[in-house]
């Protein structure tokens, strides 16, 4: 379908975080509290506000794990993050089609600009929700329907692509139709489990999926 707006998640969808996020779970986990995590349950929670998922691995432990986690992501973010192929482009033609996009995140406004600073892609999005922009996060619609108020567009409009079961619970929530990418943090499995519209493996199903040739 051609969709006038449309929201991504940031992590996993549009910048590929995946290696500095799961290294920064394992050092805050190994170093606070000595444990070594599968991949699978370092990065079970993102797409969550980032204290949550310290509160996961440890809730008395929390406010400890995440600064070690933010220290250490903060100082790796220039060699670990990356842009995925392809990305840029895609969103290049998106707004010559005409489309309104915007960022739906759990990440903080301050650690998304830090990230724009590597992967230079922040002229795209003229609405940016973070972690401060509502009181309320993903996977409840609060962001998404504060996205689409910032775009003066209602639900049958939009469509939200992520890559976390967050994303596609929080955009079904608000009514827009959803859109799942293999290439993030969650693999298919748990993608189809959440029902989306479509799920697709690379950017080029993403161009057809969002009505692009």
């Known amino acids: 379908m051609t969709y006038p707006v449309v929201l991504f998640d940031l992590d996993g969808t549009v910048i590929d975080s995946t290696a500095l996020i799961r ?27 980032l204290r949550e998922q310290m509160l996961a691995f440890d809730p008395d432990r929390a406010d400890e794990l995440l600064a070690v986690y933010q220290e250490w992501n903060h100082r790796m973010t220039p060699e670990l993050l990356a842009e995925y192929e392809g990305m840029s482009q895609l969103l290049e033609d998106l707004r010559a089609d005409g489309r309104r996009l915007g960022i739906v995140t759990s990440k903080a406004g301050p650690v998304v600009r830090m990230a724009w600073d590597v992967v230079p892609l922040e002229h795209h999005f003229p609405v940016v929700i973070s972690a401060e922009t509502t009181d309320l996060h993903k996977p409840h619609p609060a962001p998404v ?46 993608l189809a489990a959440e029902e989306p519209d479509v799920i697709v493996d690379d950017v080029a199903e993403l161009r057809s999926a969002l009505g692009l040739s």
């Open 145 to 190: 329907h504060r996205a689409l108020d910032e775009h003066g567009a209602h639900p049958p409009e939009a469509v939200l692509v992520g890559d976390s079961p967050f994303d596609l619970r929080a955009g079904k929530a608000a009514g827009v139709d959803t859109v799942g990418v293999t290439w993030g943090f969650f693999g298919r499995e748990a």
């Open 23 to 49: 290294e920064s779970h394992r050092h805050a986990v190994s170093t606070v509290l000595g444990r070594d995590l599968p991949d699978e349950t370092l990065v079970a929670n993102v797409g969550i506000p």
